[in-house]
């Protein structure tokens, strides 16, 4: 019985975890054995605990119910820090590095009962130098970065939820990669104390779970928001069908669920309206991509000018070009991202969300990297709240996903409608695909 | 000679490095013979490195110019994480504590040629439980906080320069009771990483100087620009004067600075206006506390849950009091600030800088605590380029300032017309007051 316990979402293990009709020992133990099995596979971790994850989970069991997240198993990117486990930041620099505490987002899950089993692999400071993991649904295949270990664990069942974090594209991506949904809050949303700076107007700390509702339970820890519990919706959603100023580099897979989603959603009566491309947001992707340069390039000077020789090429060419944009310029693109998002808010005074591409396509073959994030600077600039939402299989059978975009401070209605939207796109598109084994139950 | 060395100011004693008419050792001598003599009376510092100073500055003075800082020392607020010296974030909590890295802004220091002669005090994670440090004018004041360290060390002339921060008023008050300049950048301007998060959406780094051409010397290392290195101004400014909605706890000897300085800055051909204040206004102290609490209660998490037991009762009440506040008011009172603050920078078409009071007046007595942010609470909340500017002096002769409050993302023009300012505010007051030795002279 105990091998399929992996198997459960955040939601219904936490319901009988706090019913006490599963134990979080079992749960841990069932967690592992999954772990034992396809570790060698996937190589999502860089560091296990599992007799310090099993000592927390028999206290757990022992003792009154902690909160909402009593006994259930958590994996952590090594990006953030944690006072019991190596975080290395996926940098040779930091080999032995110890921090000596907890980032926040970590010690508010820990706080509501959760068991970290260990810590995901990231890239080298969440960039593109690409770690040992593996897609899990075919390992020939990236499972996106940056927060490639927390999704991958979460999309082979080992975890029911995983911390991750994105400055380009790097919760987005790997979800949608790997067919679970992230969750990336509005900017600010869950604390970054704790976890290694990239870029500070861009870094926004999220997690990976297998359904919305899954995700929801953490944010409502994370964000503090009992309000995320309740995810009830009986509107009839107004759409907006953002193909973005990227759709020239959106693979065919992505073309036909973007369109299969309008026509399902409109059916299902949301107001689905194709929204018209700015022209101005032909710079966005670059914007973006200037202002985590120069930021990387500032935050990073510690690792930069005290252990130069240990960064990959790839990080260096981003510091490198960082380091080519003038205060001056970099002033004026964070001033033209604020104009510009600015704008974007006012468009939900029309929409309650938009529906984006979350990636080009399917996950790209592993030794061409982890992929680009071009679908998600835009919204990463913006700082609106996004998920990630696994509808349908692309050519080689990997998953491919849409991104849903919310409004600004919105979080709590945004994950209420992407409940309302994902149903409904699980309901129509399983029958045709047959996919759908790795996708939320129930 | 070398007794004086330590009263140079960081751009005199800069040229006189980069010259080679000064070594970094006999500078870095001076500065530790200043603090031998005066820190059992101003108690600055948490943790100092004297040999290990030493041989920095020996190693610049056999080597080429390393930058604009080079052979310049400088103090550090145990906020901020250092590799080489002991980091507490002014808490029992991190008693041991060693990050093993320093903070960008450090780095960026370091690598510019700065020499790091120690850690400041802090008050307790940069809120109100104080530390041991007095102010160096007279003892049984407080020097403010929370870069209590910071400010003193500066003003007692034991180091040119010192890092600090800002989440509520910790870099302008404790300028102002000391008597020195302190800058706070536009928010965001100088990099985070690697300094101990309290409210995310308001913490910014900045630094003191004994005048603003030093604070500008610094702020075109740790912003990478340039521009700031030439400060050459000579338009005419337009200045609003902003008494703020707090004027009613302004003392006598903030009241009439203010009034001088209008005139005297008026007689020297600047438009000088006096700004009406906007009555909603009024909930900026109020929006600024809330949010405040709100987001330390989120960053401090690992601290609130582990470690309860080590953390103050005034801490504690800032925690209780942010854990109160619900995540959907937070997430009002955020759009609030932004709606405020959009309209504060629809001021600057009209006025190229604001005067504004930095505190309520002279610093308060030691047992009192480190003096009350109300002044600067508005201008960290809205993000503005900030500068306290030494002017006054009150009725127990301890500094009084004023705040110079700049555009967003213009901290080159804001540090230009700052040096215009306070030039002119200087050379008029200094025959009337006489009490201009602590300030900067030539």
Redesign the interface.
């Known amino acids: 019985m105990s091998t399929a316990l992996n198997r459960l979402g955040a939601l219904e293990a936490a319901r009988k975890l706090q019913r006490r009709e599963l134990t979080a020992e079992q749960l841990v133990r069932a967690c592992f054995a999954r772990i034992e099995q396809r570790e060698n596979t996937v190589h999502a971790w860089t560091a296990l605990q599992k007799q310090a994850a099993l000592d927390r989970a028999q206290e757990l069991d022992r003792g009154a119910l902690r909160g909402p997240l009593h006994g259930l198993p958590i994996g952590v990117k090594d990006l953030f820090d944690t006072?019991d486990l190596p975080t290395r930041y996926g940098s040779p620099i930091?080999e032995r590095?110890?921090?000596?505490?907890?980032?926040?987002?970590?010690?508010?899950c820990?706080?509501a009962g959760a068991v970290v089993v260990g810590k995901t692999v990231t890239t080298e400071f969440a960039t593109y130098q690409a770690g040992p993991t593996r897609n899990p649904r075919n390992e020939a295949y990236t499972p996106g970065g940056s927060s490639s270990g927390s999704a991958a664990a979460v999309a082979d069942e080992m975890v029911p939820f995983a911390l991750g974090s994105q400055t380009a594209g790097s919760i987005i991506r790997p979800a949608s990669y790997c067919g679970i949904v992230g969750f990336k809050p509005?900017f600010?949303g869950?604390?970054?104390?704790?976890v290694?700076?990239l870029a500070?107007?861009l870094d926004t700390v999220g997690g990976f779970a297998r359904s919305v509702p899954d995700v929801a339970l953490f944010a409502s820890v994370l964000?503090?928001?009992p309000?995320m519990l309740d995810l009830a919706y009986d509107g009839k959603p107004r759409i907006g069908m953002y193909r973005s100023l990227q759709w020239r580099h959106a693979q065919a897979e992505t073309k036909e669920a973007f369109a299969q989603a309008a026509a399902i959603l409109s059916r299902a009566g949301a107001v689905v309206e194709e929204v018209p491309l700015p022209p101005e947001h032909c710079v966005l992707v670059q914007l973006h991509s200037d202002i985590m340069a120069f930021?990387a390039s500032?935050?990073?000077?510690?690792e930069?000018?005290?252990h130069a020789a240990q960064l990959s090429s790839k990080i260096q060419a981003i510091l490198d070009a960082g380091a080519r944009i003038?205060?001056?310029e970099h002033?004026?693109n964070?001033?033209r991202a604020a104009e510009s998002r600015?704008r974007v808010d006012t468009w939900f005074d029309k929409y309650d969300v938009l529906l984006a591409p979350s990636a080009a396509g399917e996950a790209p073959f592993a030794d061409l990297g982890t992929g680009d994030p071009q679908f998600s600077r835009a919204w990463t600039l913006f700082g609106l709240p996004c998920l990630n939402l696994p509808f349908a299989t692309g050519p080689q059978g990997l998953p491919v996903g849409l991104q849903l975009v919310g409004k600004?401070?919105?979080?709590?209605s945004t994950l209420a409608i992407a409940a309302w939207v994902h149903q409904r796109l699980l309901a129509a598109n399983a029958p045709d695909i047959g996919a759908s084994d790795m996708w939320p139950r129930g």
Do not use: F, W
């Open positions: 006072d930091y590095h110890r921090p000596g505490l907890d980032a926040a987002s970590v010690a508010l820990r706080g509005t600010g869950i604390p970054r104390a704790g290694k700076s500070e107007s964000m503090r928001d309000r930021e500032q935050s990073l000077a510690y930069r000018l005290e003038s205060a001056e002033l004026k964070l001033a600015a600004r401070y919105s979080d709590h």
